[in-house]
C-alpha cells in the first residue's frame, strides 16, 4: 500500500511493526480473487500459534471459501448490512469459542482434563487477532464483523452444541488494491 493511501498508514502509526501498521478492514473486496487452499492452511496456523490458557487451543473456525458449500450456508444469515459487502469476500471465516467441554471427548485428545474455559473468548481474540495479522503479511485484508444470526448459522453449518459461534471475519484483496480504483 502507498503512503498516500487513505487508510494507512495513519499518523502516528510509523512505530509500529508491519503488519500491524498498513492494517486495515475494508468492505469493498474484489469478487474475482480467490484464496488458496495452501493460503486457508497457512492463515489457520497462524490462529493455531496464538497464545492460549493451558495450551488448550479453544477457538474454532468454519472455513467458508466464496461459492463453497458453507458460504451459501452462510450468506442468508447475514444482517442487512453485512449482506451487501461480505459475500464478496474471497474467504469468510466464522470464529467460534468452546463454551463447554465436548461430550464425545472429555478429556481432550491428550487424555487431560479440558483447561478452564474461563478465558476462552480472550483466547479467540488472540487467535484472531494473529490470523488477521497473517492475512495482511500475506497480502490480504480482513474485515472482522458481527452482523450474522449466530444461533441459525451455527445450526445450518453443524457447529456442535459446545462451540459458541462470536464473529466473522471476511478476508480477500481490497478492490481499490487489485488494479480497479
Same mark, same amino acid.
Do not use: C, K
Given at each position: 500500500?502507498?503512503?498516500? #493511501?487513505? =487508510?494507512?498508514?495513519?499518523?502516528?502509526?510509523? $512505530?509500529? %511493526?508491519?503488519?500491524?501498521?498498513? /492494517?486495515?478492514? &475494508?468492505?469493498?473486496?474484489?469478487?474475482? =480473487?480467490? +484464496?488458496?487452499?495452501?493460503?486457508?492452511?497457512?492463515?489457520?496456523?497462524?490462529? !493455531?500459534?496464538? &497464545?492460549?490458557?493451558?495450551?488448550?487451543?479453544?477457538?474454532?473456525?468454519?472455513?467458508?471459501?466464496?461459492?463453497?458449500? %458453507?458460504?451459501?450456508?452462510?450468506?442468508?444469515?447475514?444482517? /442487512?448490512?453485512?449482506?451487501?459487502?461480505?459475500?464478496? %469476500?474471497?474467504?469468510?471465516?466464522?470464529?467460534?469459542? !468452546?463454551?463447554?467441554?465436548?461430550?464425545?471427548? &472429555? =478429556?481432550?485428545?491428550?487424555?487431560?482434563?479440558? $483447561?478452564?474455559?474461563?478465558?476462552?473468548?480472550?483466547?479467540?481474540?488472540?487467535?484472531?487477532?494473529?490470523?488477521?495479522?497473517?492475512?495482511?503479511?500475506?497480502?490480504?485484508? $480482513?474485515? !472482522?464483523?458481527?452482523?450474522?444470526?449466530? #444461533?441459525?448459522? $451455527?445450526?445450518?453449518?453443524? +457447529?456442535?452444541?459446545? +462451540?459458541?459461534?462470536?464473529?466473522?471475519?471476511?478476508?480477500?484483496?481490497?478492490?481499490? #488494491?487489485?488494479?480497479?480504483?
Amino acid at each position: 500500500m502507498s503512503p498516500d #493511501e487513505p =487508510h494507512a498508514p495513519r499518523p502516528g502509526a510509523e $512505530a509500529l %511493526a508491519e503488519p500491524l501498521r498498513s /492494517r486495515w478492514s &475494508p468492505s469493498v473486496f474484489d469478487p474475482a =480473487h480467490e +484464496v488458496t487452499r495452501e493460503e486457508i492452511e497457512v492463515l489457520l496456523r497462524a490462529a !493455531q500459534w496464538a &497464545p492460549s490458557a493451558g495450551n488448550s487451543q479453544p477457538w474454532r473456525y468454519v472455513v467458508a471459501p466464496r461459492g463453497g458449500p %458453507a458460504h451459501d450456508l452462510l450468506v442468508p444469515t447475514l444482517s /442487512r448490512g453485512n449482506s451487501g459487502w461480505v459475500p464478496r %469476500a474471497s474467504l469468510v471465516l466464522l470464529a467460534g469459542v !468452546q463454551v463447554a467441554a465436548d461430550p464425545d471427548d &472429555p =478429556h481432550g485428545a491428550d487424555g487431560r482434563a479440558p $483447561a478452564s474455559l474461563d478465558h476462552a473468548r480472550h483466547d479467540l481474540g488472540q487467535a484472531s487477532a494473529h490470523l488477521t495479522l497473517q492475512a495482511r503479511a500475506m497480502g490480504l485484508h $480482513a474485515h !472482522q464483523f458481527a452482523g450474522f444470526d449466530r #444461533e441459525t448459522a $451455527a445450526a445450518a453449518l453443524g +457447529v456442535p452444541s459446545y +462451540v459458541e459461534l462470536m464473529t466473522g471475519i471476511a478476508i480477500g484483496i481490497a478492490l481499490a #488494491e487489485s488494479g480497479d480504483r
